[in-house]
């Protein structure tokens, strides 16, 4: 029979780091805050895969966390050009505003 694997405070922790952030991401409407949900949740998983390479003993963890900052980073840049161009678009960074995005 198997026996059952201890839950850490670091999952507790994880998880509700990635409930904050799923709840941010679905109810607030102002882009930056969405974008830093995102980011939330991200740092989340990257807890998530820390705690189990540390539990494990490999690096394998810590090299996909090394992928998923790098990620991050680009999926930022990219993100604050686009609301920096749709602000000067539309004068705004609410995301209902940004429903039609016609000329």
Known sequence: MMEA???YWTHYVATCLFALGLL????RK???TVLMC???MLN???LILVELSMRTGTPD???MVVF?????AAEVAVGLGIVLNLYRLKETVELDA???LQG
Do not use: D, H
């Open 24 to 27: 941010g991401f679905l109810i």
């Open 38 to 40: 995102l980011e939330l």
């Open 98 to 100: 940004f429903k039609s």
């Open 68 to 72: 998923v900052i790098t990620v991050a």
């Open 5 to 7: 694997q201890p839950i």
């Open 30 to 32: 102002n882009a930056i």
């Open 61 to 63: 963890g810590i090299i």
């Open 44 to 46: 989340a998983a990257n």
